[in-house]
């Protein structure tokens, strides 16, 4: 007789090794670049998503959002620092000045508002100015600060600046960022996770002659009280990008990174590290093919580079070698290099409302050779939306091995009517190797864990109508009846039910 942990695989991954069948049958992607992280969320808000990175789903990922970026190295979850999508982002050029607010209210003293303005400048370029806040005390009233549903837990503002289409290509953000959360909830006691921190981003494009050239900075500069620990962080990042023509068909590049981040504590221990990466080659390009070879040198240590592509209207393939790098964190919090090599094969399509993309992969980490393996799949038909995802890393090491996504959309026309109704649907399955789990009690974010892999299924549901420029939204979140069981350090995530209104003002 089978025991469960044996039946689970024979049937899991029967339905596994189908899905991504069905994803190498269809041949379809969003045509995006790449994927985006991975992410692990344990409370009801979204306030602490785990995010980790694309291309190593081992180590915590840096977010980019815009200019800004936000350190994944901390430990961090770092879904408290991301507002809501702007609606007002790449607006029409005959609009001067927009202005929405998006407000939520639901269980359990749930409030989450944002306000944004655009406004059109004389030069020709744009301003916006975004502020969020949240209340949320949670089931048990203990999520507020200090124990206390009194005060926002939640607060973020941010101003950018945009240049006007087809000048520098300059952009700049500034972000106040300030939390102070009892979220996850510990299975232990109530935990106070606070920050306060200031983001400051900028990137810069323009032709020198013949020669491209890309700039980008960002900071993040914070004091923390978190996994039973104060301390005081700044992290800065640099990149230069250069590309310059040598023949017909051939051109040079360069791509300088850096980033450093110093940590302090309150009895004086202090801990620094940086990494510089440099990648130089040579690329070719003609008509549907273009290749590029060249090294990366990191840690006094080479790597070879290299990348081919096919493209067509509606179709390409690529093949790469990349190596990336990020800093991570020990039991104490000291920063290490860990720069990591891996190979990707992806193929993309759009074709009659049909996208998608399949990578199929392999991570050198530490010695071990990972595969890797990812898929979204899409199929957007007037107003039937329908959306499949999966990822799979090949590791006992990481956190959770797979996971399975779908998401469903509806949102037909009804003759005569200004109003459109809309229902969506979101189902994620994950599978957890057992390997560790979720701790926000320990600097290193995750605690081992012994006792064999689990399973969550979460399940999610929203109904709606748009009208111009207003959307009201009714969202039923974590619907299983028994919660998301994400960490025995954690409490379940329960069910959250709120409204949400968004509405833009044009003038």
């Known amino acids: 007789m089978l025991s469960p942990r044996q039946n689970f695989k024979g049937h899991g991954f029967a339905i596994f090794r189908a899905s991504f069948l069905l994803a190498a049958l269809l041949s379809i992607s969003q ?28 180590i915590l990922a840096d977010i980019q959002d815009g200019p800004l970026l936000y350190d994944g190295s901390l430990n961090l979850p770092l879904g408290s620092f991301l507002i809501r999508a702007n609606p ?8 001067a000045n927009r202005t929405f607010f998006d407000y939520s209210q639901g269980d359990y003293g749930y409030h989450d508002i944002t306000l944004g303005n655009e406004a059109a400048l004389a030069s020709g370029g744009r301003l916006y100015f975004i502020g969020a806040g949240r209340s949320f005390s949670g089931q048990y009233g203990n999520l507020g600060p200090e124990n206390s549903d009194r005060n926002t837990v939640l607060q973020n503002y941010q101003l950018r600046y945009e240049s006007p289409a087809g000048a520098s290509g300059l952009v700049l953000g500034l972000q106040y960022h300030f939390e102070n ?20 981003g900028g990137s810069y494009e323009r032709m020198v002659g013949r020669t491209e050239m890309s700039l980008r900075t960002a900071f993040q500069s914070g004091k923390y009280s978190a996994y039973g620990k104060q301390f005081d962080a700044f992290t800065l990042w640099n990149r230069l990008k250069l590309k310059r023509p040598i023949r017909a068909d051939f051109s040079g590049y360069m791509d300088l990174q850096r980033k450093s981040v110093a940590l302090q504590f309150p009895e004086a221990h202090e801990y ?45 393939l690529s093949l790469r070698r990349f190596v990336e790098n990020n800093l991570s964190a020990d039991s104490i919090l000291a920063l290490q290099n860990n720069p990591y090599p891996a190979s990707e094969v992806a193929l993309q399509i759009k074709w009659s409302g049909i996208s998608g993309k399949l990578s199929l992969g392999q991570l050198d980490w530490t010695g071990d050779q990972i595969p890797l393996a990812r898929y979204d799949i899409g ?28 998401a469903l959309r509806l949102d037909p026309e009804i003759p005569g009517k200004r109003y ?79 409204f949400q209104v968004l509405w833009i003002f044009e003038n």
């Not at 992280?37 to 306030?47: I, Y």
């Not at 007002?88 to 609009?95: A, G, T, V, Y």
């Open 88 to 95: 007002l982002q790449m607006p029409p050029d005959s609009l």
């Open 379 to 406: 199929i957007d038909w007037r107003w039937f939306q329908l959306e499949f995802t999966g990822s799979y890393v090949g590791s006992d090491h990481v956190l959770f091995d797979y996971r399975l996504g779908t």
């Open 272 to 316: 620094r590290n940086r990494f510089t990466q440099l990648n130089t080659g040579i690329s070719w390009r003609r008509k549907t093919v273009s290749a590029s070879f060249g090294t990366a040198f990191i840690a006094k240590k080479f790597y070879l580079t290299g990348e081919v592509i096919w493209e067509q209207a509606n179709l390409s």
């Open 181 to 200: 959360t009892g979220l996850p909830v510990t299975a232990g006691g109530y935990e106070n996770r606070r920050e306060e921190s200031f983001h400051f």
């Open 420 to 498: 459109r109704p809309f229902l969506e649907l979101r189902q994620s399955y994950t599978h957890f190797t057992g390997y560790a789990v979720p701790d926000l009690t320990r600097t290193t974010a995750f605690a081992p864990f012994y006792g064999g892999y689990f399973t969550t299924n979460d399940l999610s549901f929203q109904i709606g109508f748009d009208i111009h420029n207003f959307r009201f939204t009714y969202h039923m979140d974590h619907l299983l009846p028994e919660g998301l069981t994400y960490s025995p350090e954690l409490l379940p995530v329960e069910q959250l039910n709120y």
């Open 31 to 58: 045509m995006q670049v790449d994927f985006p992280p991975l992410s692990l969320t344990p409370d009801q808000t979204g306030e602490s998503t785990f995010y980790f990175a694309a291309s190593n789903p081992l």
